[in-house]
Structures are given as structure tokens and as C-alpha cells.
């Protein structure tokens, strides 16, 4: 029973953890949208780069550079994430 609470416990701690990249990944998306020229979008980028590691910032410049992609994730709807992807 234990093995099985402990099991529970650690997929809340990673379903959390997900919600709060998605999270995270949205908002950054939507800094992106608001970018209106050149030296904006150098400055997220800079942003990216101080923030956090090469390899995430390195995915949110490849994120942002299509713009469909960046739109959609602009507009996640996180609390609905998982139930919208199953009825997709």
C-alpha cells in the first residue's frame, strides 16, 4: 500500500511539475507576441538566455520563430490541457 501511496504522490509531483513548464512556456510565448520589432525581440532573447539554460532557451527562440506555434501555445488552455488532448 505504501509503494502504491508513494507511486500516487510522485505522479501529482510530476503532473505539477508538467502544469508549471506549460505554465511557463505559455507565458513566455505571449511575452513573444507582444514583441513589436527587432530590438524587442532581442531583448526576450537576451531574457531567455540569462534566465535559463542554453538548451530550454535554445527551444523557446525555435517556439517562437513559427508563428502558428507560438499562437498556439499563447492560447494553451492549461486547466484543460490534458481533457482537450484526449478529445482531440
Not at 6 to 15: A, C, L, M, S
Not at 28 to 36: I, K, L, P, V, W
Request: with cysteine; charged share 40%; proline share 0%.
Amino acid at each position: 500500500m505504501a509503494d502504491s501511496l508513494d507511486q500516487h504522490e510522485q505522479e501529482e509531483k510530476w503532473k505539477n511539475e508538467i502544469k508549471g513548464y506549460r505554465i511557463l512556456m505559455k507565458m513566455e510565448m505571449q511575452r513573444a507576441m507582444y514583441c513589436m520589432n527587432n530590438e524587442e525581440k532581442r531583448n526576450l532573447v537576451k531574457d531567455w538566455k540569462q534566465k535559463y539554460s542554453k538548451v530550454f532557451a535554445n527551444e523557446l527562440i525555435k517556439l517562437a520563430k513559427n508563428a502558428e506555434i507560438r499562437f498556439k501555445i499563447a492560447n494553451w488552455d492549461i486547466d484543460n490541457f490534458d481533457k482537450r488532448r484526449r478529445d482531440e
